[in-house]
Structure formats: structure tokens, C-alpha cells
């Protein structure tokens, strides 16, 4: 008889110790602002994110984890390609008017404003990553 409240005891501590976690998804992803031409509708190029390279043709629109719009460019990431450098090197043929350039091209490495989140509680999976970064792409002659 004895017994009892010691095993209702453990019982209790084993249920409440363990983490219950919900299954809310999330998505990485990153938004690059193009600082040079009016819009970003003629650029083309690679962005390199996690080691996964994404093939940037704003002007095709083909690839739907590039979506470009006004100056951005957003990527949807696949899990787990958050959250460090980015490699980049962009191009556009069309000059803004008044220029009189030839187009814009730019490269380099980029450490984009991260930030993550956990739908599904600190102690529970997935972590997400949303970043923001911003590069210039200068006239070309």
C-alpha cells in the first residue's frame, strides 16, 4: 500500500520532465536588396547560401525559390541553409536611364542580418532562419 503514492510520484515527475512538441513548420529564407538599378527585373547571376547555389534570372522567372520584385530578391532556403555568409555576384545589361553605362555587375560575401525562430517551442525542432542583406551592383562602362 505503501507503494502507491511513490510509483503515482515517479509517474508524475516522468510526465512532467518531457517536452511535448508540436509539428508547426517553417521555412528559411533570405531577401537580398540590389542597391544600383531601378529594379531588379533584368538581373541575373548566383547567390551561394549554405553551400546550396541558386541560379538568379529575374528576367525568366523559372525558378521558384528565387522570386524577384521591385529592388528584392528572396530566396526560399531549404532547411538548415540560414544563418552564415552569402556568396553573390549579380548582373543586370540595362543601365538606368540617364546613365548612359552599359549595365550594372557586382560580387562578394555578405553576412546578412539573421534572425531565427522556433514555432514549436525553444527545446523543439525546426529552428527557421529569416535574413536580410543588402549589396550594390555598380555601372559598368
Do not use: K
Not at 500500500?1 to 512532467?16: E, I, N, Q, V
Not at 555578405?110 to 543588402?134: I, K, L, M, R
Amino acid at each position: 500500500m505503501h507503494l502507491l503514492p511513490f510509483l503515482s510520484l515517479l509517474f508524475f515527475l516522468a510526465c512532467t520532465t518531457s517536452v511535448m512538441c508540436t509539428l508547426i513548420g517553417c521555412r528559411d529564407q533570405l531577401t537580398v536588396q540590389v542597391v544600383g538599378p531601378a529594379d531588379v527585373s533584368e538581373v541575373s547571376g548566383q547567390i551561394t547560401v549554405g553551400g546550396h547555389s541558386f541560379t538568379v534570372d529575374c528576367a525568366a522567372g523559372t525558378d521558384p525559390t528565387v522570386v524577384c520584385a521591385g529592388s528584392t530578391i528572396t530566396l526560399q532556403l531549404s532547411d538548415g541553409d540560414g544563418g552564415g555568409e552569402v556568396q553573390w555576384s549579380l548582373s543586370s545589361p540595362s543601365p538606368d536611364s540617364g546613365t548612359g553605362g552599359g549595365g550594372y555587375a557586382g560580387e562578394g560575401a555578405v553576412t546578412p542580418d539573421w534572425s531565427s525562430s522556433q514555432p514549436n517551442g525553444p527545446d523543439c525542432e525546426p529552428t527557421c532562419y529569416t535574413g536580410q542583406a543588402t549589396v550594390e551592383l555598380l555601372g559598368t562602362p
